[in-house]
C-alpha cells in the first residue's frame, strides 16, 4: 500500500461510507461552557476541523451525566440543553463533508468533585470514603449512555464513539484490579465487560439503522490484561456490534513486552483478529503520511489522527497535497499554537503536555 491509499473511500456497516482513512482522534479541549453546552470557540474549532478533509470527526469527550466530569468545562450531552450547540456541530461537519461523532464518556471513579462529578467506582476500595455502585446504579449509567446516543442522533451526528480506554468507567470495569465486584458485572471476563456490551447494545437498539458506533479501547495500564482484552474484542468483532474499533494506543509501533504476546507489536494483538465487516484504526504517534500509509500495510482500515491534528487542523489535506508530509517537530511553542487558531482555553490545557508545547 501506498500514501494514496488513504484516500480511498471505507465503507461502514451502517450508515454513509468514510471518504478516506482519516478519522479525527476525540480531542479533550476544555473549551465548552460550564454547563457543558457548546461554546461559540467550540463551534469554530469544529469548523476548522470541517476543512480538514477527514473522513469522520469525533467530538472531544462529552459526558453523559452531570456528575460523570472529569475536566474544566467539558463539553456535555446529558441534557436536551445541550442539543441546539451540539446540532450546529453536526451541520458544520456534515456542510464540510466529514461524518460526525460525539464521544459518550463517564468519568467513573475519577469524576471531580470539585467539577460537580460524582466519583463512581466499581469497587469500595476504590475511592477513600466512596461505597461501589450498586447493580441499579451502573444499570442506571449504562441508560444514560443509550440516552446521549440518541440525543446525538437527535442533534444531527452520524453516530457515536463509545469512550472504553484509560481508565474510565468502560474501561474500569474491565480491569480486575479495580473491579472486584461480585454481581453480574463483576468476577470473570464476560462480567467485567457486561457494562461496555450492554452500552453498544443498547445504543444499537435504541437508535435507527443508519446510526454508526464507534468504540474507543485502551489495552494499557489501569490493570488491565491484554489476553482479556483480546478475547472481549474478539467477541465484539465476531457480533459485529460496532462500525469500527479505535485503538487508542500511546505509540502505534509499541511492542508488547512481556507475557504471551511478548515481541508481537500491541497493535498486531489486534489487527490479527477475524474482524467481519468491523473497521479497526489506530491512534499513537501517526505524524507523518509515511507513517500514517504504514498502518495500512500493518492491518489497520483506517488512522486516527490526534496530536498532529492540533497542530495542523488540516493533516489529511496536507498528506494529499505532499506524500511526504510530517507533522511540525514536537514540542511547538504557546505562540505557533495560537497563530494557528487553536483557543487560550485550548493552549492553556495543552501547556500541561510537557512534549507538546513548550
Known amino acids: 500500500m501506498s500514501v494514496s491509499d488513504l484516500f480511498n473511500p471505507l465503507t461502514l456497516s451502517h450508515g ?3 471518504r478516506n482513512r482519516f478519522m479525527l482522534a476525540p480531542l479533550t479541549n476544555q473549551q465548552s461552557e460550564h454547563d457543558g453546552s457548546a461554546s461559540a470557540i ?3 474549532w469544529i469548523r476548522q476541523l470541517a476543512q480538514g478533509d477527514y473522513a469522520l470527526i469525533q467530538t472531544a469527550a462529552a459526558t453523559v451525566e452531570p456528575g460523570a466530569k472529569a475536566f474544566v ?8 440543553e445541550h442539543l441546539p450547540g451540539l446540532a450546529e456541530m453536526a451541520v458544520s461537519l456534515r456542510q464540510g463533508g466529514a461524518l460526525s461523532a460525539v464521544q459518550l464518556h463517564h468519568a467513573g471513579h475519577r469524576a471531580r468533585p470539585e467539577l460537580g462529578g460524582v466519583p463512581a467506582p466499581a469497587s469500595s476500595d476504590t475511592v477513600p470514603g466512596v461505597k461501589a455502585l450498586a447493580t441499579e446504579q451502573v444499570e442506571g449509567i449504562r441508560d444514560s449512555f443509550i440516552a446521549a446516543a440518541v440525543r446525538a442522533e437527535k442533534a444531527g451526528f452520524d453516530g457515536v464513539s463509545v469512550h472504553g480506554a484509560f481508565g474510565w468507567i468502560l474501561s474500569e470495569f474491565m480491569s480486575p484490579l479495580l473491579n472486584n465486584r461480585t454481581d453480574k458485572y463483576g468476577g470473570n471476563t464476560e462480567n467485567r465487560a457486561r457494562l461496555t456490551i450492554e452500552v453498544i447494545e443498547g445504543i444499537r437498539q435504541a437508535c435507527g439503522p443508519e446510526f454508526q458506533i464507534g468504540w474507543r479501547l ?3 495500564r489501569y490493570g488491565l490484561r491484554l489476553a482479556e482484552l483480546r478475547e472481549i474484542v474478539t467477541e465484539i468483532l465476531d457480533q459485529e456490534l460496532i462500525d469500527y474499533l479505535d485503538l487508542a494506543l500511546w505509540d502505534s509501533a509499541q511492542i508488547v513486552q512481556e507475557g504471551e504476546f511478548r515481541g ?5 494483538v489486534f489487527t490479527d483478529l477475524p474482524r467481519k465487516g468491523v473497521r479497526v484504526g489506530a491512534a499513537g504517534k501517526v505524524r507523518s503520511a509515511r507513517r500514517a500509509g504504514q498502518l495500512l500495510e500493518e492491518g489497520c482500515d483506517f488512522v486516527l489522527i490526534g496530536r498532529a491534528g492540533i497542530l495542523q487542523r488540516d493533516f489529511p489535506r496536507r498528506v494529499k497535497s505532499d506524500p511526504l508530509y510530517e507533522s511540525p517537530e514536537l514540542p511547538v511553542t504557546a505562540q505557533y499554537l495560537r497563530e494557528g487558531g487553536l483557543s487560550e482555553r485550548f493552549i492553556n490545557y495543552v501547556k500541561g503536555w510537557q512534549t507538546l508545547v513548550y
Open 73 to 80: 468545562r467539558q463539553l456535555g450531552i446529558h441534557s436536551d
Open 264 to 268: 508481537k507489536t500491541m497493535l498486531s
Open 16 to 18: 454513509p461510507a468514510m
Open 42 to 44: 467550540d463551534q469554530e
Open 218 to 220: 485502551s489495552v494499557e
